[in-house]
């Protein structure tokens, strides 16, 4: 077979699968620290500005590299691949900050503020076992412990209006709303969420020092930081002297494609995917049986989680794409060796969950 060709019809291609607009979106083109472009394109699907952030990260400028998500509940195999993106780009050299939104959680998916306090201590020794480096300040942390966070989340809300708030919706929350899983509405709770996950990108060029941030988030959560860039050109225009030439930059990862019919892998929805509290059995059988064969290994769930929820090194997942495109029998053997790395690291959880 011959090897697939990371260029312009290959992206082109990805994307129209995917169903989203080429116009909003790059394709990568750029390494990071360690990160070959053909490794940031096994794990992500386009950025935008990120080659902007790129070069100002090897011009010696203070960059970093910021996530986060909600915790709803355990994580799923979509926040696994979450959690070791932002550890690979860590390894590979550069600052990284993981955002746990506990308060995220308490007011969009309206959780009780004792379970999701208590389960983001969970996430926090799970991420720190999997090996992320917690020596630069702030770089793990949830926004119930930031009150800095929250005071720029109010003041930044001079630059946000129902308008802004109302063309953020994730590209898939018609779907959660007619399930029961967020308010139907811009609620003013669920506003309240989307301006503290604004602070939370901008903080670190607003007030923590860097000239360059770059967010890392799923495509389909690419209205999010569309909304921060709004924002933050707002604030450039009033503090010029200060935020002008800053960078503010995102990657995009592409959906976790769910099982038994799910548009993607979540937390709310069970049945969707792997969630890291499963038995070693189910796992098994979700992968072993559960594969829905595509055209492109992208929009693989099987090899989605080799790619993304591993400790897998870059060679590895290379070899897991060419096989996963042929539907070799190597393929087979190679999703057989990866069931065995996924239950190692469940286990990792489920020992942590079993002391708190």
């Given at each position: ?42 794990l ?27 915790m ?17 780009l ?78 953020t ?33 901008l ?58 019919g ?40 099987v ?53 708190t």
């Amino acid at each position: 077979m011959k090897e697939v060709i990371f260029n312009k019809d290959y992206y082109d291609a990805v994307i129209k699968e995917f169903g989203y607009n080429p116009l909003e979106f790059e394709p990568i083109s750029f390494s990071l620290g360690n990160l070959s472009k053909d490794d940031l394109q096994r794990l992500w699907l386009c950025h935008m500005n990120g080659n902007k952030f790129a070069s100002s990260a090897k011009n010696g400028e203070k960059a970093i590299v910021t996530t986060g998500f909600g915790m709803s509940g355990s994580p799923h195999a979509g926040t696994l691949g979450q959690i070791l993106r932002a550890l690979r780009l860590q390894q590979s050299g550069l600052p990284v900050q993981i955002v746990l939104g506990d308060l995220d959680a308490y007011n969009g998916k309206n959780k009780d503020i004792e379970y999701v306090i208590k389960i983001a201590n969970s996430y926090r020794n799970f991420i720190m076992n999997l090996g992320f480096d917690i020596k630069q300040p702030n770089s793990l942390r949830s926004q119930y412990e930031s009150l800095s966070t929250l005071r720029l989340s109010y003041l930044i809300g001079h630059y946000m209006d129902d308008e802004m708030f109302n063309n953020t919706e994730e590209d898939l929350h018609e779907y959660y709303s007619k399930n029961g899983k967020v308010d139907k509405d811009m609620s003013y709770r669920r506003k309240l969420s989307l301006n503290l996950m604004i602070a939370d990108f901008l903080e670190l060029i607003v007030d923590g020092g860097f000239d360059s941030v770059l967010v890392i988030l799923g495509i389909d959560e690419h209205k999010y930081v569309n909304f921060g860039k709004k924002t933050f050109e707002k604030m450039c225009l009033s503090y010029p002297d200060t935020l002008q030439g800053k960078i503010y930059s995102a990657m995009y990862s592409g959906v976790m494609c769910g099982f038994n019919g799910y548009p993607k892998m979540s937390k709310s929805f069970a049945g969707s995917g792997i969630r890291i509290d499963m038995s070693a059995e189910e796992i098994r059988d979700m992968i072993k049986y559960g594969e829905t064969v595509t055209k492109f290994p992208e929009t693989n769930a099987v090899f989605q989680m080799i790619a993304w929820a591993s400790l897998y090194d870059n060679e590895q997942i290379k070899e897991a794409y060419k096989e996963c495109f042929k539907q070799s029998k190597l393929w087979v053997k190679i999703k057989d060796e990866y069931i065995n790395h996924l239950i190692k690291i469940c286990q990792m959880w489920n020992e942590i969950k079993g002391d708190t």
